[in-house]
C-alpha cells in the first residue's frame, strides 16, 4: 500500500456535465499518473505530472484536464462529460529509488456516464 | 509507431501446467520493463521488473521473466500454474524514464481445475 486514495470510487453522471476525479497520496511523491482502463486496451495514459504545477499530455489526453496545486493532490477534471468517457480511471504514483522505483496504484474510479 | 503488444487476448491452462505470456515492444532503446497483474475488480500489482543486468528476473508468485533484446521480447513464465493465478496481465514499459508507463492490452488468464 502506497497511501493511494482515490475519490470517488463510484460516479454516475449525464453528458455534459464537469466531472472531476481526485487522487490523493500520503507520501510526497514526485511522479503522478492518470490512466483509464477500457476492454481490448489495457490502461492507456491520461496525463501526468512530474512535480506541483508540472503536467503533461499521455496518450488520450483529448477531453480531460489536470491540476496539481500540492504534491499531494493530482485532480483529473472532464470538462463535458461524454458517454465516450464511460471507463475505469486509474491513478498512480511513482516511488523513485536506487534501482527499486515502482509504480503504485489506486484502486480505481468507475465512472458511467449516461 | 511505438507500442507494446501482447498477442494473445485470451490463455487458458490447466491447473498445474505451465505458462507463457508474450510481450513485444517497440521502442528504440531498451526501456524498463515490467508485468503488472490484476485480479478482477482489482486495482494493479506489480510482479517484476527489469531495467539493466541479467536477463532472467524474478519476481513475486513464483513468476519470473526474462528480456531478450534481439527480440525485443519480455516473455512472463510460471513453471505451474495454480488456480489462483486467474487473472490479467499486463506488459508495461517505460522508455526513456519514468515519466510515461505505456500498458499493453493485457493477456486474460483462465485456470482450468
Known amino acids: 500500500d502506497a497511501g493511494i486514495t482515490q475519490s470517488p470510487r463510484h460516479k454516475v453522471t449525464e453528458t455534459g456535465t464537469p466531472v472531476t476525479l481526485r487522487c490523493h497520496q500520503t507520501?510526497?511523491?514526485?511522479?503522478m499518473y492518470w490512466y483509464r482502463q477500457d476492454p481490448g486496451h489495457g490502461l492507456r495514459l491520461i496525463h501526468y505530472?512530474?512535480?506541483?504545477?508540472?503536467?503533461d499530455k499521455g496518450e488520450v489526453s483529448d477531453g480531460y484536464s489536470v491540476s496539481r496545486s500540492k504534491t499531494e493532490d493530482f485532480l483529473l477534471t472532464l470538462e463535458s462529460a461524454t458517454s465516450s468517457q464511460t471507463s475505469v480511471y486509474f491513478c498512480?504514483?511513482?516511488?523513485?529509488?536506487?534501482?527499486?522505483?515502482?509504480?503504485?496504484f489506486g484502486q480505481g474510479t468507475r465512472l458511467t456516464v449516461v | 509507431a511505438q507500442s507494446v503488444t501482447q498477442p494473445d487476448i485470451h490463455i487458458t491452462v490447466s491447473e498445474g501446467a505451465s505458462l507463457e505470456l508474450r510481450c513485444n515492444y517497440s521502442?528504440?532503446?531498451?526501456?524498463?520493463l515490467f508485468w503488472y497483474v490484476q485480479s478482477p475488480g482489482q486495482g494493479l500489482q506489480l510482479l517484476l521488473k527489469?531495467?539493466?543486468?541479467?536477463?532472467l528476473v524474478q519476481g513475486i508468485k513464483g513468476f519470473e521473466a526474462e528480456f531478450k533484446r534481439s527480440q525485443s521480447s519480455f516473455n512472463l513464465r510460471k513453471p505451474s500454474v495454480h488456480w489462483s493465478d486467474a487473472a490479467e496481465y499486463f506488459c508495461?514499459?517505460?522508455?526513456?524514464?519514468?515519466?510515461?508507463?505505456?500498458f499493453g492490452a493485457g493477456t486474460r488468464l483462465a485456470v482450468h481445475p
Open positions: 508495461a514499459v517505460a522508455p526513456g524514464g519514468y515519466n510515461k508507463l505505456i
Open positions: 527489469y531495467f539493466s543486468g541479467d536477463t
Open positions: 507520501e510526497n511523491h514526485r511522479y
Open positions: 521502442y528504440g532503446a531498451t526501456p524498463y
Open positions: 505530472s512530474y512535480g506541483v504545477k508540472d503536467t
Open positions: 498512480a504514483i511513482l516511488r523513485e529509488g536506487p534501482m527499486n522505483t515502482e509504480a503504485f
